[in-house]
């Protein structure tokens, strides 16, 4: 049952667990603000829409250091 969960979270959840181990070992001033944006998204009545707020940035600086590099 471990081994099920373990590979659903890691199908469902692999670009969050890239980003806390990128954020997470390099610095832990991003790893709270990305946590806090979790917690905002799960507890606050407008979730769904601060993800997608938050998500339209996060493109943009993705393709930005895509083209930029």
């Not at 373990?6 to 603000?33: D, H, K, S």
């Not at 606050?44 to 393709?63: H, K, N, S, V």
């Amino acid at each position: 049952m471990g081994a099920h969960h373990g590979g659903y979270c890691l199908i469902c959840c692999w670009a969050l667990m890239a980003l806390l181990f990128v954020f997470g070992a390099m610095n832990l001033l991003w790893i709270t603000g990305l946590a806090a944006l979790v917690l905002a998204e799960k507890l606050l009545p407008a979730g769904e829409r601060i993800a997608q707020l938050t998500g339209l940035p996060l493109i943009g600086a993705g393709l930005w250091l895509l083209v930029g590099s």
